[in-house]
C-alpha cells in the first residue's frame, strides 16, 4: 500500500560515524514529523515540516541532529558524530494537511543501534 | 512543561476483562486527544481521536474514550477485550497554538487467551 516508507529498517553504525535516516511520505501529504522512540518510552517529538519548510525544530536534541525536506516530500534525518544515547527508533509520521486536528500516519522506523 | 500521562506501563487481562486505561494531560488550553496502537510487528495507528462535540468518542475495534475537562483526562476503554488486542497504546495530545503532537509513554496491554 502507500503507506510512509522508511529506510533503512535497522542501522547499526559505530560511535562517532554519521548516519542518515530517510522517509517517503505518504504522496500529496503536507505535514511530516520526526519522531524518537527510546525503548520503554512514547514517541517524542523531533522536528515538524510543512512542505519543504522546517517550520518547528524544537524537539532535535543537539546541533549533531539536522533534518530536510528539501522538495517537500522525501525527507532525511543526519545525526552527525553519533552518540550512544543516540540509540532508538526513529518515527516518521505525515498527514494530509497542517493543524492538529489531521491524523498522522506513521511509518514502521528506524531502529537505530550504536556501538 | 507539557505533558501526557498514562498511568499503567503494563496491564495483564484474560479476554472479555473489561477495559481501561488511564490517560491525563497538563494543558490548560484547547485540545485535540488522540488514542494511538502499535500491534506487535506493526507501525503506530490511529485508534480515535476527540476534537470537539460529544465527549464520547468511538473508535475501530470496539474501543471508547470518555473526555472529562475537568479532570483533563481521556482514558480508553473497551468492555470485553479479545486477545488481538494485544498491543501497545500510546495517548496523544495536541494543544491548537502548536504543531507537534505530545505522546504518552504508553501502556503496553497483554490479554490471555
Known amino acids: 500500500g502507500a503507506g510512509v516508507s522508511q529506510s533503512p529498517r535497522y542501522k547499526v553504525a559505530k560511535r562517532g560515524q554519521d548516519v542518515a535516516l530517510r522517509c517517503d511520505p505518504i504522496s500529496g501529504h503536507v505535514s511530516l514529523f520526526w519522531y524518537q522512540q527510546a525503548l520503554g518510552q512514547g514517541p517524542e517529538f523531533l522536528t515538524y515540516?510543512?512542505?519543504?519548510?522546517?517550520?518547528?525544530k524544537s524537539g532535535l536534541p543537539s546541533d549533531r541532529f539536522f533534518a530536510e525536506r528539501p522538495e517537500g516530500s522525501v525527507s532525511t534525518l543526519k545525526i552527525q558524530r553519533t552518540q550512544q544515547e543516540d540509540s532508538a527508533v526513529y518515527l516518521c509520521?505525515?498527514?494530509?494537511?497542517?493543524?492538529?486536528?489531521?491524523?498522522?500516519?506513521f511509518g514502521d522506523g528506524t531502529r537505530l543501534s550504536i556501538l | 512543561a507539557q505533558s501526557v500521562s498514562q498511568h499503567n506501563h503494563h496491564v495483564i487481562l484474560s479476554e472479555a476483562a473489561s477495559l481501561e486505561l488511564g490517560c491525563n494531560y497538563s494543558?490548560?488550553?484547547?485540545?485535540?486527544l488522540f488514542w494511538y496502537v502499535q500491534y506487535p510487528g506493526q507501525h503506530l495507528q490511529l485508534l480515535l481521536k476527540y476534537f470537539s462535540g460529544d465527549p464520547l468518542v468511538k473508535g475501530i475495534k470496539g474501543f471508547e474514550a470518555e473526555f472529562i475537562k475537568s479532570k483533563f483526562s481521556f482514558n480508553l476503554r473497551k468492555p470485553s477485550v479479545q486477545w488481538s488486542d494485544t498491543a501497545e497504546y500510546f495517548c496523544a495530545v495536541h494543544e491548537n497554538r502548536d504543531d507537534k503532537i505530545i505522546f504518552g509513554k504508553g501502556t503496553r496491554l497483554h490479554i490471555l487467551p
Open positions: 494543558y490548560g488550553g484547547t485540545v485535540n
Open positions: 515540516f510543512q512542505n519543504e519548510a522546517q517550520l518547528d
Open positions: 509520521a505525515s498527514s494530509l494537511r497542517p493543524g492538529g486536528t489531521q491524523p498522522q500516519h
